[in-house]
């Protein structure tokens, strides 16, 4: 992926091949990955998306480029529970770090899961968010 990135091979069948192992490591474990995430993925706005983020989730060049809200984290009044996947895209241990920095935060890490945990760990997950919400 690196090496498309800088030569600017974005489109071309490597890089998608080597995003298609990244995304099945990190992003969801299911094989095949459910309808409704399908449907999902497939009804996104790209247009949105590219402007915001970027052309593809690797590069960020749009609008939150320069965007960093570590500071505003400790101003969060209320309770608030960080969810990871063990191979989350979104590192457990940058999960960890906001976590740290919200004042009430809770952190569930789930063994075996990816960024998609609710799909992954659908029990163990809505078991955590009953747990919080009752707390």
């Known amino acids: 992926m690196d090496r498309c990135e800088k030569e600017g091979q974005e489109s071309s069948q490597e890089y998608q091949d080597a995003v298609e192992v990244f995304y099945n490591r990190h992003f969801c474990m299911a094989n095949p990955w459910p309808d409704y995430v399908m449907e999902t993925m497939n009804s996104l706005n790209e247009a949105c998306y590219e402007g915001m983020w970027g052309p593809n989730e690797f590069t960020c060049n749009g609008l939150l480029r320069d965007y960093d809200g570590l500071a505003e984290l400790e101003s969060i009044q209320t309770p608030t529970l960080i969810t990871c996947g ?36 659908r029990e163990k997950y809505i078991e955590t968010l009953r747990k919080f919400f009752a707390e």
């Open 86 to 121: 063990e191979f989350d895209e979104a590192a457990p241990a940058s999960c960890k770090t906001f976590a740290k920095l919200i004042p009430d935060a809770r952190y569930a890490e789930f063994e075996d899961a990816s960024h998609l945990t609710f799909v992954e760990s």
